[in-house]
């Protein structure tokens, strides 16, 4: 059974680029959960695709964007990079079934740098 | 607002010193309460999902209990492959509320 992946592993951009980071969910699974860590921080939520569909959004500005796959495999798209973005970003998949908490299973995160 | 929060914020033990973590929310209509291991550099390693109060989950060297309030991780005699940060989040839908987490430091 294959786990999640992601790629690049680290990225270097500098602020006011854009930046697209993938995501491949474990097999079997149907939603795609992305967050964002800071340094000596928990994550936090960006949002979270099921079914090729937005199902929910935390307090990040309209800039953060993605995309769900018909394979359940997932972008995150930052335009117009701030400084602040600079982070670990983490993508989790789980397997949602009607009113089930699936619990999510993260990859080994991208690491951002905006200089 | 949902919140969790961890204490302490670092823990440093000797090996076999067994210590427990503390994990208090507020998440209105908590569905799960989870707890993850995050080395280094890495991403979050799933280890328990507790539903219930009064629910207790236990894996080798690892047990999490959860109260309608607080859930604690305790690490029995623990060896320095422990030494990791601990994060918990609460969920009562689709995301993950996180904490800031614990970063325990176990010396041999």
């Known amino acids: 059974e294959t786990g999640v992946t992601q790629s690049p592993t680290h990225l270097i951009k500098t602020r006011g680029q854009q930046v697209t980071l993938r995501c491949s969910s474990q097999?079997?699974?149907?939603?795609v959960s992305w967050y964002q860590q800071a340094l000596g921080q928990g994550p936090q939520f960006i949002f979270q695709?099921?079914?090729?569909?937005?199902?929910g959004r935390g307090n990040f500005p309209p800039r953060f964007s993605g995309l769900q796959f018909p394979n359940y495999s997932s972008e995150l798209n930052v335009n117009a990079l701030e400084l602040d973005d600079s982070a670990l970003y983490l993508c989790?998949?789980?397997?949602?079934?009607?009113?089930?908490?699936?619990?999510?299973?993260f990859g080994p995160g991208t690491r951002l740098l905006v200089l | 607002e949902d919140q969790v929060t961890q204490s302490p914020e670092a823990l440093r033990l000797q090996e076999g010193e067994s210590s427990s973590l503390n994990c208090s929310y507020t998440?209105?209509?908590?569905?799960?309460l989870f707890w993850y291991r995050q080395d280094p550099g890495k991403g979050p390693e799933f280890l328990f999902t507790?539903?219930?109060a009064g629910e207790e989950k236990e894996k080798e060297r690892l047990k999490a209990t959860l109260t309608k309030k607080e859930s604690f991780l305790h690490i029995t005699a623990p060896k320095p492959e422990d030494s990791a940060t601990y994060l918990c989040?609460?969920?009562?839908?689709?995301?993950?509320?996180f904490g800031a987490g614990t970063t325990v430091t176990v010396r041999a």
């Open positions: 989040a609460g969920t009562n839908d689709y995301k993950l509320s």
């Open positions: 998440v209105s209509g908590l569905r799960g």
């Open positions: 507790l539903y219930s």
């Open positions: 097999s079997g699974h149907n939603t």
């Open positions: 695709y099921y079914r090729e569909e937005e199902n």
């Open positions: 989790a998949s789980s397997s949602q079934r009607g009113a089930e908490i699936g619990t999510q299973y």
